[in-house]
């Protein structure tokens, strides 16, 4: 089973000025993703998409390979799937599977990357596994709809139920999204009917879109052994 993970990563960014480059416990951000894949055993290949010298650089620094991103995919509009078709054509070589590390969720380790493949390896029928971390207090059922300032509870039913009475809910936390390649090329998506969830512990609930983000992921990440 070859598989290639993909690190998506443009230079620029709405949320966090540079924010694959910036700095979380004196790392740069990326660095993380580009680490996981390198202490992962079953991963056949990796590369960083895009479209930022600085970027490219970071890749360099770290023995890491690189996919100069064509300009037309790199605009802050630019789906992810054209991207991952462009790194596809890019190689001679075939995969089965396609592993999504964004740079976002450093939270994961080469622990959790082998253990998303062998989901695979486990189950032929499998096309798809999505990371996920189970909520606790947020909860869909602590959730409103506002109309006119009127409360409307998204799950009317078990509004007032205690937290412990409350089946679980998931969140995807953007650590992982795998696909057989075949089924990519079938139906453009990475989420497919057809997935399970790979779950990971809340302490691994990092994903960085806003400066606040950041600030939590700086205290979370000096407890994580990544």
Not at 83 to 98: A, G, M, Y
Request: hydrophobic fraction near 35%.
């Amino acid at each position: 089973m070859k598989v290639l993970g993909i690190i998506p990563a443009r230079g620029g960014s709405k949320g966090v000025k540079k924010k694959n480059i910036r700095l979380l416990n004196e790392k740069p951000l990326i660095e993380y993703s580009i680490n996981a894949a390198k202490k992962s055993k079953l991963l056949s290949h990796f590369t960083v998409t895009t479209d930022s010298e600085e970027i490219i650089d970071i890749a360099k620094q770290n023995n890491c390979n690189y996919h100069r991103r064509s300009i037309a995919n790199s605009s802050d509009s630019s789906p992810i799937e054209p991207v991952i078709h462009e790194v596809l054509d890019s190689f001679d070589t075939d995969f089965d599977i396609i592993i999504l590390l964004q740079p976002t969720a450093p939270a994961r380790t080469g622990k959790d990357i082998d253990e998303v493949i062998k989901m695979f390896k486990d189950d032929e029928k499998l096309e798809c596994v999505v990371s996920v971390v189970e909520l606790n207090d947020i909860h869909p059922a602590r959730m409103y709809n506002i109309h006119n300032q009127k409360l409307n509870s998204l799950e009317k039913e078990n509004e007032f139920k205690r937290r412990q009475d409350l089946k679980p809910v998931y969140l995807r936390n953007g650590a992982f999204y795998a696909i057989k390649k075949d089924s990519f090329l079938s139906n453009n998506r990475l989420i497919l009917e057809n997935k399970k969830a790979y779950i990971m512990p809340e302490e691994k609930w990092i994903n960085i879109d806003t400066e606040r983000d950041l600030m939590i992921a700086n205290l979370l990440i000096k407890n994580l052994d990544i």
